[in-house]
């Protein structure tokens, strides 16, 4: 199977062969090689060193914002907090107070008022970031495509 996903510039390349699966995940320059058995990963990154010029960097550690972390039963815990630490202090909201809840009870958006934000490119972007947190933080999934409805008024109380 082959899956180009030419907005993302990314490949993945599935191969199955005598009860071994191998996986290829190439974005832009940066590959990640995997697959049930060591063998066969090694030999594919020995084929592919014979091509390409090839820098191997140990065990996956960060990739496109999500860290990764090899636990002892040979499982991945995949995390973004890194990549939220970051868009916290892009927002200039490190050091803000959490909350309990990701938005007010009762609290309405419009797309009237004034006080429009100073930055409004900087603003989506942390909203587009906000929707990349999503995938594993489904409870603010709600409130974030609530501001994204108003993506055209940029109000500071979205």
Same mark, same amino acid.
């Given at each position: 199977?082959?899956?180009?996903?030419?907005?993302?510039?990314?490949?993945?390349?599935?191969?199955?062969?005598?009860?071994?699966?191998?996986?290829?995940?190439?974005?832009?320059?940066?590959?990640?090689?995997?697959?049930?058995?060591? !063998?066969?990963?090694?030999?594919?990154? &020995?084929?592919?060193?014979?091509?390409?010029?090839?820098?191997?960097?140990? &065990?996956?550690?960060?990739?496109?914002?999500?860290?990764?972390? !090899?636990?002892?039963?040979?499982?991945?815990?995949?995390?973004?907090?890194? /990549?939220?630490?970051?868009?916290?202090?892009?927002?200039?909201?490190?050091?803000?107070?959490?909350?309990?809840?990701?938005?007010?009870?009762?609290?309405?958006?419009?797309?009237?008022?004034?006080?429009?934000?100073?930055?409004?490119?900087? /603003?989506?972007?942390?909203?587009?970031?906000?929707?990349?947190?999503?995938?594993?933080?489904?409870?603010?999934?709600?409130?974030?495509? !609530?501001?994204?409805?108003?993506?055209?008024?940029?109000?500071?109380?979205?």
């Amino acid at each position: 199977m082959l899956l180009i996903e030419p907005a993302f510039a990314s490949i993945l390349h599935n191969h199955t062969h005598t009860h071994t699966h191998t996986h290829i995940m190439v974005y832009v320059d940066d590959i990640i090689i995997t697959g049930s058995s060591a !063998k066969s990963v090694q030999l594919l990154i &020995d084929r592919l060193s014979k091509v390409f010029a090839l820098k191997q960097l140990g &065990d996956l550690d960060y990739f496109l914002g999500i860290e990764a972390k !090899k636990l002892p039963s040979s499982s991945l815990h995949l995390s973004k907090a890194k /990549y939220t630490c970051d868009l916290l202090h892009k927002a200039n909201m490190f050091e803000a107070k959490g909350s309990s809840t990701p938005m007010p009870s009762g609290q309405k958006l419009s797309q009237f008022g004034s006080g429009y934000v100073e930055d409004s490119v900087t /603003y989506r972007s942390i909203i587009g970031a906000l929707q990349y947190i999503t995938v594993i933080r489904p409870e603010i999934v709600f409130i974030v495509n !609530k501001v994204c409805q108003f993506m055209a008024q940029t109000l500071q109380n979205h």
